[in-house]
């Protein structure tokens, strides 16, 4: 008998369709209920319920009771990063399940990962905090620097003291086959992008849009040139 994680199950709950549909569905980080799920699977809501089960059981989910509804929830930031890679490689090999959709373009451009912020602009993020020096990159491990926890502190972040979450994180992003920011720092600017303004979620998705303002302001803050197609 080996001693250690055991993978095998964890990979055998996210690799069926099923499952894999509801899990990707919950990646931007909200709650939805078991015939959301359902729907989004494209299964019977008994059907659902079982395999619902079967992810919270293995923690890959938590359920939360709000008076007569269960919402069901992706676990932690780690099990949204692990989707995000799994997608990645998927791309990366090819293995598409359908041709991209309308939204495709969007969601490769700015799109929220559980709670932080992906695609183009979400790269171009993290370059500009490396480039002014306020994150360190060692190989792909990131430390905030004294000129970055400046910088949060300046930009309306309180930096968590503690905690088992990583400060700061990267996680390889699927359609630019490069790391954005995840960990507390990247959910703390993602936060912050949208209470000052500059961008908004789309509802019921994944989706951020940036202001023409909003992004000239991301622009100045962190550095990033951007292409005037990623406001709207």
């Known amino acids: 008998m080996r001693l250690g994680p055991d993978i095998a199950r964890v990979a055998a709950l996210m690799g ?38 079967r992810l919270e059981d293995g923690g890959l989910l938590i359920r939360r009771v709000q008076g007569r509804h269960n919402y069901f929830a992706l676990a932690g930031a780690d099990v949204a990063e692990t989707l995000e890679q799994l997608i990645a490689v998927a791309e990366r090999a090819g293995h598409a399940r359908a041709r991209p959709g309308p939204k495709d373009p969007a969601l490769r451009r700015a799109r929220v990962c559980y709670d932080h912020l992906a695609g183009e602009l979400g790269v171009a993020m993290l370059d500009g905090l490396v480039a002014a020096g306020r994150i360190a990159d060692a190989d792909g491990s990131l430390v905030l620097t ?33 790391s ?47 292409s005037r197609g990623w406001a709207g």
């Open 180 to 226: 954005h920011l995840a960990g507390a720092l990247g959910a703390g600017l993602m936060a912050r992008i949208q209470d000052l303004g500059w961008a908004r979620r789309e509802p019921g998705g994944r989706v951020i849009r940036f202001s023409a303002p909003g992004l000239a302001a991301f622009e100045s803050a962190f550095g990033v040139r951007a």
């Open 146 to 178: 004294g000129e970055g926890r400046a910088f949060a502190r300046e930009f309306g972040i309180a930096l968590p003291e503690g905690g088992r979450r990583p400060l700061c994180r990267a996680c390889l992003d699927w359609s630019e086959r490069r």
């Open 16 to 53: 069926d369709p099923a499952r894999a549909n509801m899990l990707s569905a919950l990646m931007g980080g909200q709650a939805l209920t078991a015939g959301e799920l359902a729907r989004e699977a494209g299964i019977t809501p008994q059907t659902a319920s079982a395999h619902l089960a």
